[in-house]
Nanobody, 126 residues
Framework: VQLQASGGGLVQAGGSLRLSCAAS????????MGWFRQAPGKEREFVAA????????YYADSVKGRFTISREYAANTVSLQMNSLGPEDTAVYYC????????????????????RGKGTLVTVSS
């Protein structure tokens, strides 16, 4: 599975941005999918995950209520709608896919995922 993230950019604090991750090589419905991020000078962290079925979602506490993950099976993509962005959301965002269920993501790192895409940079100005 190859993953290609897009949608990053520069946005003002309080604004919104939508990231997209396109999967190719194998249908994404075989995997749970999600996002990690790494802010400058900080460790990489889990952001959000969605189950294979799309019925269950999981979020880091820092983004709950602001970010929404969804998947579009026809397009083989997973998206991350990010609202009420703040400077603390500035980071490189990475999408990933894994055969384990979405509930396992919060306790795991990006390096442990079966497939990882290159990151897309999100910069939030204050």
């Amino acid at each position: 599975v190859q993953l290609q993230a897009s949608g990053g950019g520069l946005v003002q604090a309080g604004g919104s941005l939508r990231l997209s991750c396109a999967a190719s090589g194998r249908t994404s419905s075989s995997y749970s999918m999600g996002w990690f991020r790494q802010a400058p000078g900080k460790e990489r962290e889990f952001v959000a995950a969605i189950s294979r079925s799309g019925y269950s979602t999981y979020y880091a506490d820092s983004v709950k209520g602001r970010f929404t993950i969804s998947r579009e099976y026809a397009a083989n993509t997973v998206s991350l709608q990010m609202n009420s962005l703040g400077p603390e959301d500035t980071a490189v965002y990475y999408c990933a896919a894994d055969q384990k269920g979405g509930s396992s993501w919060p306790g795991r790192g990006l390096d442990g995922m079966d497939y990882r895409g290159k990151g897309t940079l999100v910069t939030v100005s204050s």
